[in-house]
């Protein structure tokens, strides 16, 4: 089979190696497409460290069930299927269900520089970990479900309503599934602070209200809002954007953290305190949130198609990569198609 290789930081190159074998409890999965992540294109330049040289990233992904291995049931070989790419220890299983992504062990499909994952004609994973998708929405939105699972479990984290009016810093494809996000959970206002010009007219078409760069966001939410929101998700995660985020909440205003953009932040303690705003942390999401994503991608209620700007061969692979770390003016999410 084919995959994509990380052969050196700043290079890939599409390869031939043998094909998987299944074993016990797992599944091989012809891919049909995985999306580039950020935290791919950060392993790709070097900037983030979690990724090596010699690696097949590719942690958000959908295909069809090629083989089954022994043991595994209740999935039938030609479905289409997701697969939520953290793994968790079966000893840590129980203690850490409900909150899969605290537990010590666990290790991400992509990440994981040892595991050949989703950016290869086929991949491995535990059956468990395989989520099934209907054939009656478009086949590449199972590749979204990833990026939409971290969106829900912040919008859950925040506990966005219908009586809330929602402030997203950061327009990417994180930040845009962060906007449905909240749609879905109800909030009918809501405003996005992005700098690119086209991502801020993809999250117009989400039905986000953008704000213009270069003015304070604070002041231009609450000329819009008519007053500061009570939730504001900041996708970012720099000491300027958390300072944004903050400030453009009401008091006892929340705060989810999702981005992750810088390891240490300067804060503004009084915003926090004074104001009795809350900053809630979200990472990753829950083998139920993860499912929860799945079952609104497979529900048809929501079209998803202008999160994903371009599908790319796999042959095209290592210019799509150097592109987006270029700074392409790429809004959404760019997709390779392993099955061209
Ligand atoms: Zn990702």
């Known amino acids: 089979m084919r995959c994509l290789v990380m052969e050196d930081f700043g290079r890939m190159a599409v390869a031939e190696v043998a094909d998987p074998k299944v074993t016990a409890g797992h599944v091989v999965i012809d891919v049909v497409a995985t999306g580039i992540c950020g935290s791919d294109l950060h392993?790709?330049?070097?900037?983030?460290?979690?990724?090596?040289?010699?690696?097949?990233?590719?942690?958000?992904?959908?295909?069809?069930?090629?083989?089954?291995?022994?043991?595994?049931?209740?999935?039938?070989?030609?479905?289409?299927?997701?697969?939520?790419?953290?793994?968790?220890?079966?000893?840590?299983?129980p203690l850490y269900r409900g909150r899969e992504q605290h537990a010590p062990g666990r290790s991400v499909i992509g990440v994981n520089p040892s595991v050949r994952a989703a950016f290869a004609e086929q991949v491995v994973v535990p059956a468990e970990n395989v989520v099934p998708l209907p054939d009656s929405v478009p086949i590449t939105w199972g590749a979204l479900v990833e990026p939409l699972?971290?969106?829900?479990n912040v919008v859950r984290r925040v506990a966005v309503t219908a009586e809330d009016t929602v402030l997203v810093i950061g327009g990417g494809p994180i930040g845009q599934s962060c906007v449905l996000a909240a749609q879905h959970a109800g909030a009918t206002s809501v405003y996005v602070s992005e700098p690119s010009a086209s991502r801020r007219a993809?999250?117009?078409?989400?039905?986000?209200?953008?704000?213009?760069?270069?003015?304070?966001?604070?002041?231009?939410?609450?000329?819009?809002?008519?007053?500061?929101?009570?939730?504001?998700?900041?996708?970012?995660?720099?000491?300027?954007?958390?300072?944004?985020?903050?400030?453009?909440?009401?008091?006892?205003?929340?705060?989810?953290?999702?981005?992750?953009?810088?390891?240490?932040?300067?804060?503004?303690?009084?915003?926090?305190?004074?104001?009795?705003?809350?900053?809630?942390?979200?990472?990753?999401?829950?083998?139920?949130?993860?499912?929860?994503?799945?079952?609104?991608?497979?529900?048809?209620?929501?079209?998803?198609?202008?999160?994903?700007?371009?599908?790319?061969?796999?042959?095209?692979?290592?210019?799509?990569?150097?592109?987006?770390?270029?700074?392409?003016?790429?809004?959404?999410?760019?997709?390779?198609?392993?099955?061209?």
């Open 202 to 340: 993809l999250c117009e078409q989400l039905g986000a209200v953008p704000l213009q760069p270069g003015e304070p966001v604070e002041e231009q939410v609450r000329a819009l809002n008519g007053g500061p929101v009570t939730v504001a998700i900041d996708a970012v995660g720099i000491t300027a954007t958390i300072q944004d985020a903050l400030r453009a909440t009401v008091a006892g205003g929340r705060v989810g953290l999702v981005g992750m953009g810088a390891p240490v932040t300067e804060l503004q303690t009084y915003e926090v305190s004074t104001l009795e705003r809350t900053i809630t942390g979200s990472f990753c999401y829950s083998d139920e949130v993860f499912r929860a994503a799945a079952a609104w991608v497979a529900d048809g209620s929501t079209d998803f198609s202008a999160l994903i700007s371009e599908e790319v061969p796999l042959a095209e692979g290592p210019d799509a990569f150097a592109r987006l770390a270029a700074g392409a003016d790429i809004p959404g999410k760019v997709l390779v198609r392993l099955d061209r």
């Open 43 to 93: 392993g790709y330049t070097g900037e983030n460290g979690r990724r090596k040289p010699g690696q097949v990233m590719g942690h958000e992904s959908v295909g069809r069930i090629r083989a089954l291995g022994d043991g595994v049931e209740g999935i039938e070989v030609g479905a289409t299927v997701t697969f939520n790419p953290l793994v968790v220890p079966a000893a840590e299983r």
């Open 149 to 152: 699972a971290v969106a829900v």
